[in-house]
């Protein structure tokens, strides 16, 4: 078997002396599209805020693709391939659509902290930014102020931000948190699209566009990973029935 | 001395005018393209959202670190100009009132926005020398301004004007005319009031032996008690009718703001 796109070696979280993140171990194929599910406060979140350097992991190690990220910064983290969403929306506010993706290609396309070169003439990044807001569906909010979109809206940018540059691990967070049937079936439909061919991890509530999406599932109860499987083996699995989707099942 | 560049010398006022006029259109040319730059964009995508900024790549530290380097090369470039211009370099060109002064002109234009600054630079040389010909008091008045721009206006002036792009944007504007044009008379009341009592007590503290003062154009006693009687009334009610208004123009702009579905 090839490495891992990503893995957990008993990650663990303390905040304050509590133990939020209880020994996490977690492995995604390359290519494979893995969904975390588990109830509110479970720790997702924080787990990917461990991956991604937005916090120090405790113990334990994580690995991007064999290498050893584990407490990087974020930025060193996305250098290297790994990029996320976040569950509560995290754009660029006062700059428009089109600057909001623009930027999120930058490192990515190896400008790095350049101060010689004109963004407006580089035409490969001006046509990629372009072809993203096109993927996004938002040609016509192209100049608007991020800030400015519906819900929605700012929902499909966080996840063309996300993708901007090709990172090839994605991460979302709760990426249809909260929206209508119609919008979800919309960003779903744009998940499918953008990361095609890539590994893909998303913490999701709504366990129909879990089935939907994932190849294998890994949920996720008071910090731990209590069972992981295709779709059918978690949805059969009788510890994950007691403790989580037996309820959350019902609500759908 | 240096020897003569192209047979000019710069001492005369008008040499060093244009010698000054052009390096500053320079330099404003090269902050715009600096802004046009892949870190310049970043720049602006730092002071957006510092953490988002982390997640597509960029180390906001370093972001700063070479903004602030930018920075200090244009400063050293008016540090120079400084220096041609006033022929002196003192302590106090270096000290906090200095410092404060250019920060107080960036604040009053705008921070964020490329034309703040210089439009805040130009509005508070304005201050410094029309309104300090007019009353000693110009730095009380530009310190009141400053007070009120962090308070209501943390973005200046120029943030002012940038604000309304969301109703523009949102086609809205329309709705904030009448709240607008309704609080203008009164707010003018009440500044116009203020600053007369600040004047009229300034006068009587400082040149009390004189009896007349002349305030917008107009002359009177200021011993009588017309003009404290007239100025107070005029603070007190636009001061109260403003903020009645005020109300509605936060109601309009609320509205005119207001993007469907919008959670927080
Ligand atoms: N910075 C922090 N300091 C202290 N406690 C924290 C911090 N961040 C998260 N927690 C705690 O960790 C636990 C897990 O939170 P987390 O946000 O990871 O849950 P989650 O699984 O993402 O839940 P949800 O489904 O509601 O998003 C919660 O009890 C939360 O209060
Ligand atoms: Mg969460």
Redesign the pocket.
């Known amino acids: 078997m090839s490495v891992e796109a990503l893995k957990l070696d008993n990650v663990k979280k303390n905040?304050?002396g509590t133990e939020?993140i209880r020994g996490l171990n977690l492995s995604v194929a390359q290519d494979e599209r893995h969904a975390v599910i588990?109830p509110?406060?479970?720790?997702?979140?924080?787990?990917y805020n461990l991956i991604t350097g937005r916090y120090q992991v405790s113990s334990g190690k994580v690995f991007l693709k064999g290498e050893d990220i584990t407490n990087l910064q974020p930025y060193e983290v996305k250098r290297k391939g790994l990029s996320r969403s976040f569950?509560i929306t995290n754009i660029f506010p006062k700059m428009s659509v089109f600057e909001n993706v623009r930027c999120s290609l930058l490192w990515a396309m190896g400008y790095k902290y350049s101060f010689w070169h004109m963004v407006g003439n580089q035409s490969k990044l001006n046509n990629d930014a372009e072809e993203i807001i096109e993927e996004l569906n938002l040609k016509d909010r192209r100049n608007t102020l991020a800030g400015v979109l519906s819900y929605a809206e700012q929902r499909a940018l966080e996840i063309g931000i996300t993708i901007a540059g090709g990172s090839e691990v994605i991460l979302l967070d709760?990426p249809t948190a909260g929206m209508s049937v119609s919008e979800t079936e919309y960003i779903v439909g744009l998940i499918r699209k953008v990361t095609e061919g890539k590994t893909l991890l998303v913490?999701e509530?709504d366990m129909g566009v879990v089935f939907d999406l994932a190849d294998r599932i890994s949920v996720l109860v008071y910090g731990e990973i209590i069972a992981t499987g295709t779709p059918t083996e978690v949805k059969e699995n009788q510890a994950v029935q007691e403790a989580y989707l037996g309820a959350a099942m019902e609500e759908h | 001395m240096a020897p003569p560049t192209f047979g000019i010398e710069f001492i005369t006022q008008k040499e060093v005018y244009f010698l000054i006029a052009f390096w500053v259109l320079l330099s404003t040319f090269c902050m715009y393209l600096f802004t046009q730059t892949p870190v310049g964009k970043m720049a602006n995508a730092v002071r957006d959202n510092p953490e988002r900024a982390e997640f597509v790549g960029y180390s906001q530290r370093w972001v700063r670190y070479v903004s602030f380097c930018a920075a200090g090369f244009f400063a050293g470039v008016a540090g120079a100009l400084f220096a041609i211009n006033y022929e002196i370099l003192t302590e106090q060109n270096l000290n906090l009132n200095m410092s404060f002064q250019v920060l107080l002109a960036t604040y009053i234009g705008g921070v964020g926005f490329f034309l703040g600054p210089i439009f805040g630079a130009i509005l508070f040389t304005l201050l410094q020398t029309v309104i300090g010909l007019q009353t000693d008091l110009w730095a009380l008045y530009t310190g009141l301004v400053f007070i009120f721009m962090v308070m209501f206006l943390p973005a200046g002036l120029t943030g002012l004007f940038a604000m309304h792009m969301i109703p523009i944007q949102l086609g809205r504007v329309g709705m904030l005319i009448k709240p607008y044009s309704k609080i203008f008379l009164p707010g003018l009341a009440f500044v116009i009031g203020i600053i007369a009592l600040i004047e009229l007590i300034n006068h009587v503290r400082h040149h009390g032996e004189e009896q007349f003062m002349t305030l917008f154009w107009v002359e009177f006693d200021t011993t009588s008690f017309v003009p404290w009687v007239l100025f107070a009334l005029m603070t007190i009610v636009g001061f109260y009718i403003s903020r009645i208004f005020a109300k509605e123009v936060a109601e309009a702009w609320g509205e005119a703001t207001f993007v469907e579905g919008e959670r927080r």
């Not at chain 1, 509110?40 to 787990?47: L, P, V």
């Open positions: 905040f304050a939020i588990g509110n406060g479970a720790g997702k979140s924080t787990a569950q709760e913490v509530h």
